[in-house]
């Protein structure tokens, strides 16, 4: 099982020790979770920190009927929503971490930026595209992190990448 | 093979997901039919298009500090958890000996029975505390 030495820690009440464990292994991939949600890198990272605090503190209640991963993530996504939701008010949420798109004018799919066009997905399908280019095309991690089948994401993908299409020929 | 079934293996192939006998198939399909042909040049192109789009973000290198120094300044703010014990044991013995002096009734009956209240009451009040907490994770 992944993680069985943060299991064991747990087990042992050794929690500072799995936390600390926890924040080297997946701190990143809880900070790719939020920005696949909020597009920004600034509150991404906020985000994360909550998402560590929110971690210790129930650190201690954990069961291991489920994988630590999965625990985290489910914190992460909740955590991510909750922020988006609350900055909801805000017409754009802009991709700020991205170079322009190279000019080429023989190609009308690089003359749009992704954030015109993200946002006409559903949000998992944002997610989802986003987490797999991240995640460098790992269709099993981007399943792992949203705690759904690969049959799933790749439904989601296939489905995003003929939208995307659609609207870049259109 | 059809255009749909096609297409379907193309879009997988993007998630490096097409096997070496369905790419002889699907290659010769493509040799055939100018909208697939027409639909990966497209979907290559959006391929293309994301990778350049999606960068990975940089995490700060404070990333860890600042987590550490949230949980430390929330340690510092946060009362002890046994507060509310010590306090409620505290009110406890002082409502008793209060009750033993005030009270016209043998002081032993007053602190038997206040203490027998007051066990009570600590038990379902830890009861009632649990099962809020465990409602609220």
């Known amino acids: 099982m992944a993680d069985e030495d943060v299991q064991r820690l747990l087990c042992d009440h050794h929690y500072a020790l799995a936390f600390e464990l926890i924040l080297q292994r997946y701190e990143k991939k809880v900070f790719y979770l939020a920005y696949s949600i909020l597009k920004e890198s600034a509150n991404a990272e906020d985000v994360a920190q909550d998402v560590f605090v929110k971690l210790w503190q129930v650190l201690p209640l954990y069961d291991g009927r489920a994988a630590v991963s999965t625990w985290l993530y489910t914190i992460s996504r909740n955590t991510a929503l909750s922020a988006l939701r609350a900055q909801s008010y805000r017409k754009t949420l802009p991709f700020e971490e991205c170079d322009p798109p190279a000019v080429d004018p023989d190609a009308g799919l ?14 998992i399908e944002q997610e989802i595209v986003t987490l797999f280019y991240l995640q460098e095309c790992s269709v099993e991690d981007v399943a792992g992190m949203l705690d759904v089948p690969a049959g799933t994401v790749k439904s989601h993908l296939h489905r995003a990448r003929r939208r995307l299409a659609e609207l870049m020929r259109s | 093979m059809n255009c749909s079934e096609a297409q379907e293996k193309i879009l997988a192939s993007f998630d490096r997901d097409v096997f070496p006998g369905q790419r002889d198939a699907l290659d010769k399909h493509l040799s055939e ?8 040049a497209l979907q290559s192109q959006l391929d293309l298009f994301l990778r350049e789009q999606i960068v990975a973000p940089q995490l700060s290198a404070r990333f860890r500090a600042a987590v550490r120094a949230k949980i430390a300044s929330q340690h510092s703010d946060m009362l002890p958890a046994w507060l509310p014990d010590v306090a409620y044991v505290a ?16 002081a032993t009956t007053v602190v038997e029975i206040g203490a027998s209240v007051a066990i009570v009451v600590y038990l379902l009040q830890t009861f009632l505390r649990t099962a809020l907490q465990q409602s609220i994770e």
Do not use: I, N, W
């Open chain 1, 110 to 123: 690089r003359r749009l930026q992704l954030k015109e066009v993200l946002p006409r997905l559903s949000q």
């Open chain 2, 33 to 40: 039919c100018a909208t697939c042909s027409d639909f990966t």
């Open chain 2, 91 to 106: 009110g406890s013995v002082a409502g008793l000996a209060l009750g033993a002096v005030l009270l016209p009734f043998a």
